[in-house]
Nanobody
């Protein structure tokens, strides 16, 4: 009965910004790492960014310097601030979170970067 719900996606012009949110709800006893993945048409799903329970972060080379992952433990919510967006960032973005020691996926949210 744990759910992950993404929000904040949409259409943005190149160079613009979006902030994605992933909120966990339900019977939550613990949350470990929180991560963002994305999958573009014809591409494999790839890890975009991850943040551990201790706050350590890692990013895909393609987004370093442009994206920032963060978390608010009090709200059981993770964020992905995306700046200087490029057309190649267009994809469905999924949150992946270790909740109650189980890896769980959100439903995915579309991000489209286009003029």
């Amino acid at each position: 009965q744990v759910q992950l719900v993404e929000s904040g996606g949409g259409l943005v012009q190149p160079g613009g910004s979006l902030r994605l949110s992933c909120a966990a709800s339900g019977s939550i006893f613990s949350i470990g790492f929180m991560a963002w993945y994305r999958q573009a048409p014809g591409k494999e799903r790839e890890l975009v960014a991850i943040i551990t329970s201790g706050g350590s972060t890692n990013y895909a080379d393609s987004v370093k310097g442009r994206f920032t992952i963060s978390r608010d433990n009090a709200k059981n919510t993770m964020y992905l601030q995306m700046n200087s967006l490029k057309p190649e960032d267009t994809a469905v973005y999924y949150c992946n979170v270790l909740v109650n020691e189980w890896g769980r996926w959100g439903q995915g949210i579309q991000v489209t970067v286009s003029s």
